[in-house]
């Protein structure tokens, strides 16, 4: 399983690269927009980005959006409905990522399931 941390390093090589570094930049500025609160919520934003994550098979992305999702407030139980989704949605390769999923919540929910950071 990519790792969170897997996916910053990677994310922060192609930002220090003078070839991708001005797309990064712009990749970071849409990221940060498309997520901020409106009429959804950032928490609810970061659920849908997790279901697209599990449903485009991106390991790193969903490692990135569970601890987004658990940062923004999203409670453990909101993940895994959101794995549910996917899995309707992607059928089986769904659960097979979706699994992946709730391995990347295991390694950053708190232990009392309650919204956080963890590390």
């Known amino acids: 399983m990519v790792t969170k941390k897997d996916f910053e ?5 192609l930002a220090r690269q003078p070839g991708t570094k001005g797309v990064m930049r712009a990749f970071t500025a849409l990221h940060e927009a498309a997520l901020a609160d409106g009429e959804l919520s950032r928490a609810t934003k970061e659920l849908l ?3 697209i994550s599990i449903s485009t098979q991106c390991e790193g992305c969903i490692a990135w959006h569970v601890h987004g999702a658990l940062g923004a407030g999203a409670t453990a139980a909101q993940v895994e409905e959101a794995v549910g989704v996917s899995i309707l949605m992607g059928g089986g390769p769904a659960t097979y990522y979706g699994s992946k ?3 990347a919540l295991r390694e950053n929910a708190p232990a009392n399931g309650h919204p956080g950071t963890a590390h």
């Open 9 to 13: 390093q990677g994310i922060g090589e």
């Open 49 to 51: 980005a997790l279901a």
């Open 101 to 103: 999923a709730l391995a």
